[in-house]
């Protein structure tokens, strides 16, 4: 009895992962028949009659695509290397060094990310129009990197703390000074959260909407993909699905190639330094 | 207006019109190339498409009104402005004498309607152009061309997008009944329609009286802030608890004046980022929702004082609380729901097989890493009412659900697509956690006669909440001021009072509405500061809460 009940409850347990599963994917399936489809203008009905491959080429001949896609690959780049800049350093600061001050400011950097940057928009329009740097890719890579350092200080920190400070107590017996203690011997330990730090905000970047469209709305080819593709569906009327299904497809493989090829750290950093085993 | 809503609902009640409350143009178009309507009142942006399903069509000139005359509708025009503040006056001028040359406007047409295509996408205001070879050969260019002659170019006003907020909710209304389905007064409807629109252009063009700073209120001002930073700084010295022991544990270095400079220049390139962009922005948000600032007086806005606020907590107080409430529990509902599956999800993977779980893993992390503009436009494409969802639901015999016009279930919606976007981070932490919970638990549980289930609720979860609690607590934050529920369902069907929240509004997608559509930045900084309050007692709070439950 005990056997089939257990056979029973395996085979329901696999019947719900599927149907999971299933759930889970028809959203990207979709978006996928629909790039291959023919003049879909509708997303509400089945309107996929004929296949064709026709949209992807349409997508680089009469969209900025590939300007889109520079400019977001840029993005993200540049933003991951200063948000791995700024939070080492600031990581590095918090963890290591006690100094006036200390939990406050880090209580201080835990609370500020409360506030949604949404709402913020106005204020960084003005801000970016005072200096200038409205509809430029510098001022979204300032504000993106702001967005990732703020989150990512705390997973940061924990990881650092883990590192035994004995290390850096050795050095400073040998002579050395915080600037070589901190590159040479505290970084290399580091790598594992560095990677996680950088591919977190290079997603962040990359993803990121609600900024980037207030602030770079001018030229179409300087806009980032996010604001591009949704440039196709917001002005004009007589959206072509099929096309923005394609540029989304393909928008998106960066991102799934980026994932499961460094699947490792993307679910590593979440863990780190939170676990209080 | 009255007597045209009579006709489509007469028209309605016959069965001879399209019926969804959800329809946009595309949707339109979409029945037309078909086959399914006879008749749109569309443009012709997808006039190939409608050629390449076989489609013959044609445009009817405007109709003759009951005075004999034709009808003049107000078009859009592709127009070129110049701002009033440009710096170089004479470049603008002679750019526009260029660009309004005859044989230039011939060009824009021409590339308009992408050349020999002749799609109809843009029609010729200019008389050469319209009486040119290129238009008068094609019947449809021509017709559309005529049609334009009589046409009645909207005015380029702040006030002109005003009418949009609030038309096609009113209408909606009208044709469909309101959110719990009932009968609307068409009458009624289209006079709180012209009501509100009236109301809001001479709410933008208020200007209202400017306080003038005087140095007493600046003086007595500055005494009162600094009267109460001084409170708080000595009530905390007060409450201090003696925090001056080194726990042997301690293995940073002491307290030095050279460590807190090295310190202080590690962190400048964060604390500069974060004033900037966090924490000036609050203050700067303080101060516009003082101001009158909105579209109309981008340049000459000045200090109103409490005006802002006083209209939320008078009219908009209704809306604020339900808003705060929805926002609170779709919240609480996202993060319980994704935890709760995602973290089953864990526990089920750990169990199955390795190979297939890899799999699963692989398919259940893709919500999380696909942008997600692009999905949410997917989900709303399913959840219409002829959408993918209720496609699947009718092979079953069910009847299409309204999930995203009526207001339960739009809610319920968006709670369930934003759960999907998730669970596949509860998923991940959990499954990590899990490897580090030391088996015996379970063995103890199991040999001791506990149900799987109980297990599960008592054991498992409990567990993982003491070990991720900090990151629930973000997480919740993180939802509350979820903006993507706004690709979604733009603010869910509309409230029953024009201008009010919708049902799916959280707090910042509304004040992203109120900012962005109706242009009324000053009033949208006052609902970030109230809804800044609101999040940043609730941090503090569970801040609390989190360290008490850490140690």
């Not at chain 2, 044709?175 to 389905?181: E, L, N, W």
Request: proline letters at 4%; glycine letters at 6%.
């Amino acid at each position: 009895m005990y056997n089939v009940k257990k056979r029973v409850g395996r085979i329901l347990v696999h019947f719900i992962l599927l149907i999971l599963a299933v759930v889970t994917i028809i959203p990207f399936f979709f978006v996928v028949l629909i790039s291959l489809g023919k003049n879909v203008i509708d997303t509400s009905v089945f309107f996929v009659k004929e296949l064709t491959l026709d949209n992807y080429s349409r997508l680089f001949t009469e969209t900025r695509f590939s300007n889109w896609l520079i400019n977001s690959l840029l993005l993200a780049t540049v933003t991951m290397i200063l948000s791995v800049i700024v939070v080492s350093l600031s990581a590095c600061a918090f963890s290591r060094l006690r100094f006036q001050g200390r939990t406050k400011l880090f209580n201080f950097v835990l609370l500020i990310q409360v506030f949604p940057l949404t709402l913020s928009m106005v204020s960084i329009f003005r801000i970016f129009l005072a200096l200038g740097l409205l509809n430029k890719i510098e001022g979204l890579i300032i504000v993106d990197s702001a967005f990732a350092s703020a989150g990512l200080v705390l997973i940061a920190k924990g990881y650092f703390d883990t590192i035994p400070y004995s290390l850096d107590e050795a050095a400073m017996i040998d002579g050395a000074n915080r600037f070589r203690i901190l590159t040479q011997i505290t970084l290399p330990l580091a790598k594992p959260m560095i990677a996680v730090v950088a591919i977190q905000s290079f997603v962040i970047a990359y993803n990121e909407y609600a900024i980037a469209s207030t602030v770079m709305t001018q030229k179409l080819e300087a806009m980032p993909l996010a604001v591009g593709l949704q440039s196709m569906i917001e002005g004009q009327f007589g959206i072509n699905w099929s096309v923005y299904c394609a540029g989304a497809v393909l928008g998106s493989i960066p991102m799934l190639v980026l994932f499961y090829s460094l699947q490792k750290y993307f679910i590593g950093g979440l863990t780190e330094g939170s676990v209080k085993a | 207006m009255l007597a045209y809503v009579e006709k489509i609902k007469e028209l309605q009640s016959k069965g001879l019109t399209l019926t969804n409350p959800n329809a946009t143009e595309s949707h339109i178009s979409a029945e037309f190339a078909n086959g399914r309507v006879a008749m749109i009142l569309y443009g012709l942006w997808n006039a190939s498409i409608y050629k390449s399903m076989g489609i013959e069509y044609g445009i009817s000139p405007l109709p003759v009104g009951k005075n004999g005359k034709v009808s003049k509708p107000l078009a859009t025009v592709q127009g070129f402005v110049i701002n009033r503040f440009t710096n170089d006056l004479d470049a603008t001028k002679s750019f526009l004498e260029f660009i309004l040359k005859d044989e230039n406007q011939q060009r824009l047409i021409e590339a308009g309607n992408r050349g020999d295509r002749k799609t109809g996408e843009r029609n010729p205001a200019n008389i050469s152009v319209i009486n040119s070879k290129y238009i008068e050969e094609d019947t449809v260019l021509s017709s559309l061309s005529n049609i334009g002659f009589n046409c009645e170019p909207f005015p380029n006003v702040p006030e002109g997008p005003i009418w949009y907020n609030y038309t096609s909710t009113a209408l909606r209304a009208i044709f469909y009944g309101d959110t719990a389905g009932n009968e609307v007064d068409a009458q009624e409807k289209l006079l709180e329609l012209a009501e509100r629109i009236r109301a809001d252009v001479a709410l933008i063009n208020e200007i209202p009286e400017k306080i003038d700073i005087q140095a007493s209120h600046v003086l007595i001002f500055a005494a009162f802030l600094a009267g109460l930073i001084a409170a708080v700084v000595l009530l905390r010295k007060a409450t201090k608890r003696n925090t001056s022991q080194i726990s042997p544990l301690d293995r940073t270095e002491k307290l030095g004046t050279k460590n807190t400079m090295i310190a202080w220049a590690m962190l400048l390139p964060l604390l500069l980022l974060l004033l900037v962009f966090y924490v000036f922005p609050i203050f700067h948000n303080i101060y516009l929702s003082v101001t009158n600032y909105s579209g109309v007086n981008l340049r000459d806005y000045g200090i109103v004082g409490l005006t802002n606020y006083r209209e939320i907590f008078t009219s908009g107080i209704g809306g604020l609380a339900s808003m705060f409430v929805w926002t609170i529990t779709f919240a609480f509902m996202v993060v319980t729901i994704s935890f709760i599956v995602g973290t089953a999800l864990a526990v089920t993977l750990d169990k199955v097989g390795i190979r297939v779980a890899k799999v699963y893993k692989l398919i259940f992390i893709l919500p999380w890493v696909v942008p997600s503009v692009i999905t949410l436009l997917m989900w709303r494409g399913m959840l219409e009412d002829q959408g993918l969802v209720n496609q699947i639901l009718s092979l079953f015999g069910i009847n299409s659900v309204p999930w995203l016009s009526h207001c339960l279930a739009a809610r319920a919606s968006s709670i369930i697509v934003m759960s999907w976007f998730s669970f596949p981070y509860f998923m991940v932490i959990s499954s990590s956690i899990l490897k580090s919970i030391p088996k015996d638990y379970f063995e103890v549980a199991r040999i001791a006669g506990a149900g799987r289930l109980y297990i599960f609720f008592k054991i498992t979860i409990p567990l993982i909440i003491r070990a991720i609690f900090p990151m629930l607590v973000m997480s919740f934050i993180m939802q509350f001021n979820q903006f993507g529920v706004y690709l979604l369902t733009q603010g869910g069907p509309p409230g029953s009072r024009l201008g009010s929240p919708g049902a799916t509004d959280l707090l910042i997608t509304y004040v992203f509405n109120t900012a962005f559509n109706t242009k009324r930045y000053s009033l949208a900084a006052a609902y970030s500061v109230i809804a800044f309050c609101f999040v940043a007692v609730f941090a503090v709070v569970s801040l609390r809460i989190a360290n008490r439950k850490s140690y």
